[in-house]
């Protein structure tokens, strides 16, 4: 079975701030990536995803992941925060040697960016 | 091209009732997923389809059940609803069965009392 760890429920920063949020995984088999934002009353939108080769991967809106299978970890990084990035950010893993395509999500982080 | 859509946005229903939500998949995409958002908590899957068939159930009873049409729409129907059910339930299309990312619509409001 798979497994996500989001550590911490909420992540204050200041706008211009650097954004990490940390996503641990449990996984069998090397799995697949992925981080979504969700806006309030709204439904996921896909950040970024990672499936094989370059362990760094590029998203929409600034927001970079690297995989890490040595901590299996794979944390979102902004460089510098702005204020509509104020969502809730959740991490989840597929296995990509699976049936079907589900996701395993972690409980998710809020992020509040700061004026 | 349109996204995934989903219907109703909001829904009261009482304890003991039935509900069908339905969902429209994106353009191209053959595979729906189901799941359900309790507040607070990450999305949790409750089923997929893929060409009109289950590919797969996560943890959730048998009043839960599904279809997929030939036009890849699908229903989520959950019969004896519990308070408990009370959720944003989310739709989820993708081109593959397997190991894709997934394209969610903006779910439907469940409240049950």
């Known amino acids: 079975a798979q497994s996500v760890t989001q550590l911490g429920s909420h992540v204050s920063v200041s706008e211009g701030a650097l954004v990490l949020l940390r996503c641990n995984y449990s996984?069998?088999?090397?799995?697949?990536l992925f981080w979504y934002v969700q806006y309030p009353n709204q439904g996921l939108q896909l950040l970024l995803k990672y499936t094989t080769g370059a362990t760094l991967v590029k998203g929409i809106n600034g927001f970079e992941a690297e995989f890490k299978k040595s901590e299996t970890s794979f944390h979102l990084t902004k460089p510098s925060a702005h204020m509509s990035d104020a969502a809730e950010y959740f991490c989840a893993v597929s296995d990509p040697r699976g049936a079907n395509s589900k996701l395993t999500f972690g409980k998710g982080i809020t992020l509040s960016v700061r004026p | 091209e349109t996204g995934v859509t989903q219907s109703p946005t909001h829904l009261i229903k009482t304890r003991g009732q039935q509900v069908t939500l339905r969902c429209s998949s994106q353009?191209?995409?053959?595979?729906v997923s189901w799941y359900q958002q309790a507040l607070g908590q990450g999305p949790q899957f409750i089923f997929q389809y893929y060409r009109e068939e289950e590919n797969g159930r996560g943890n959730f009873p048998p009043r839960f059940s599904g279809l997929q049409f030939p036009n890849y729409s699908s229903e989520l129907n959950v019969n004896a609803l519990e308070l408990d059910d009370s959720a944003l339930y989310l739709c989820?299309?993708?081109?593959?069965?397997?190991?894709?990312?997934?394209?969610f619509g903006p779910g439907t409001r469940l409240t049950v009392t």
């Open positions: 353009s191209g995409h053959n595979t």
């Open positions: 989820a299309s993708s081109s593959l069965a397997g190991g894709y990312e997934q394209y």
């Open positions: 996984s069998s088999v090397p799995p697949y």
